[in-house]
């Protein structure tokens, strides 16, 4: 029989309340070894980027962006949104066109209904990215002015993207792909349209990418990123032609924006002269001239 508590002498039960007391201490403390999550609501956005969280991204962002009068984070906000919605176009366009071009290669006619409804399926999702991305310009660029300088804050992607969607292959000679391909083609195709838009954004590859974002920031040139913007809402407005979407109003507000995002690095170039990029602007006012007359 174990003698009771009460029997113990009055210093064994204090050594006892003092141990005791430790034990639930070092139990309840905090650990060491989480980091603590971020509090900043785009410091939390950058994070759900990293780990491949995009429809979490823009939530976040959602309302930063929105900001009037801007906030302190309103502009880095814009600017991821840009980067997302131009990787989504990217992907959901590649998708489209394979899944066009799989239907048109297939025997099968029960095969060419569901690759066209994929290629439907598609095109929505890239025109909501298109009309989005004319939305971020706006906010960006507005009334034709942009920052001079500008500030992408996140880190690369910790899943990288591939550099060829595989199971696309099989789907453009006519094969039939299984539903766990068509869902593993759609992330891949996005994580590789993400992948390009950062490339395109540092005017490089993933690699530059990677480099310029090891820090978890980099500065873009004003002027650079309204090219980019310019050359996607291109891309964009395409969705909506008479090949595709077949919405000529829809159409025309990409044209309008891009136009936007053209003039903003145009009027940056009187200060500061750069022939190349002004050629290309002049090449993209010509292209949308182009695409207004494809309704």
Same mark, same amino acid.
Not at 57 to 75: C, H, Q, S, V
Not at 143 to 157: C, H
């Given at each position: 029989?174990?003698?009771?508590?009460?029997?113990?002498?009055?210093?064994?039960?204090?050594?006892?309340?003092?141990?005791?007391?430790?034990?639930?201490?070092?139990?309840?403390?905090?650990?060491?070894?989480?980091?603590?999550?971020?509090?900043?609501?785009?410091?939390?956005?950058?994070?759900?980027?990293?780990?491949?969280?995009?429809?979490?991204?823009?939530?976040?962002?959602?309302?930063?962006?929105?900001?009037?009068?801007?906030?302190?984070?309103?502009?880095?906000?814009?600017?991821? @949104? /840009?980067?997302?919605?131009?990787?989504?176009?990217? *992907? $959901? &366009?590649? +998708?489209?066109? #394979?899944?066009?071009?799989?239907?048109?290669?297939?025997?099968?006619?029960?095969?060419?209904?569901?690759?066209?409804?994929?290629?439907?399926?598609?095109?929505?999702?890239?025109?909501?990215?298109?009309?989005?991305?004319?939305?971020?310009?706006?906010?960006?660029?507005?009334?034709?002015?942009?920052a001079k300088e500008l500030t992408l804050e996140?880190?690369?992607?910790?899943?990288?993207?591939?550099?060829?969607?595989?199971?696309?292959?099989?789907?453009?000679?006519?094969?039939?792909?299984?539903?766990?391909?068509?869902?593993?083609?759609?992330?891949?195709?996005v994580r590789k349209g993400i992948d390009e838009?950062?490339?395109?954004?540092?005017?490089?590859? @993933? /690699?530059?990418?990677?480099?310029?974002?090891?820090? *978890? $920031? &980099?500065? +873009?040139?004003? #002027?650079?990123?309204?090219?980019?913007?310019?050359?996607?809402?291109?891309?964009?407005?395409t969705v909506f032609d008479r090949h595709h979407?077949?919405?000529?109003?829809?159409?025309?507000?990409?044209?309008?924006?891009?136009?936007?995002?053209?003039?903003?690095?145009?009027?940056?170039?009187?200060?500061?002269?750069?022939?190349?990029?002004?050629?290309?602007?002049?090449?993209?006012?010509?292209?949308?001239?182009?695409?207004?007359?494809?309704?």
């Amino acid at each position: 029989m174990f003698p009771s508590f009460r029997s113990c002498s009055p210093s064994l039960r204090l050594l006892s309340f003092i141990v005791l007391a430790g034990i639930i201490l070092v139990s309840c403390g905090p650990s060491t070894n989480q980091p603590a999550a971020p509090t900043n609501p785009y410091d939390r956005a950058a994070e759900a980027f990293k780990k491949g969280q995009l429809d979490n991204a823009l939530d976040i962002t959602d309302k930063l962006a929105r900001a009037m009068p801007p906030a302190d984070f309103t502009e880095r906000a814009q600017v991821l @949104r /840009a980067v997302i919605y131009t990787g989504e176009l990217k *992907g $959901s &366009t590649e +998708l489209a066109a #394979a899944y066009d071009k799989g239907a048109e290669k297939s025997k099968n006619p029960q095969f060419q209904a569901a690759y066209r409804r994929l290629r439907s399926d598609n095109l929505s999702i890239a025109a909501k990215a298109a009309l989005n991305l004319a939305e971020t310009t706006h906010q960006l660029a507005p009334d034709g002015v942009i920052a001079k300088e500008l500030t992408l804050e996140v880190s690369f992607p910790t899943t990288e993207g591939p550099t060829t969607v595989k199971q696309l292959a099989r789907v453009l000679e006519g094969g039939w792909i299984e539903p766990d391909d068509q869902e593993a083609a759609q992330t891949d195709a996005v994580r590789k349209g993400i992948d390009e838009a950062l490339a395109d954004v540092v005017s490089g590859d @993933r /690699a530059k990418a990677r480099q310029a974002l090891a820090s *978890g $920031s &980099t500065k +873009l040139n004003g #002027a650079d990123f309204a090219i980019f913007l310019a050359k996607e809402l291109a891309d964009g407005a395409t969705v909506f032609d008479r090949h595709h979407g077949r919405d000529p109003q829809k159409m025309l507000t990409l044209c309008d924006e891009g136009d936007v995002a053209v003039k903003a690095a145009l009027a940056q170039f009187k200060d500061k002269p750069d022939k190349d990029l002004e050629k290309e602007a002049k090449k993209l006012q010509d292209q949308f001239k182009t695409i207004r007359k494809d309704k």
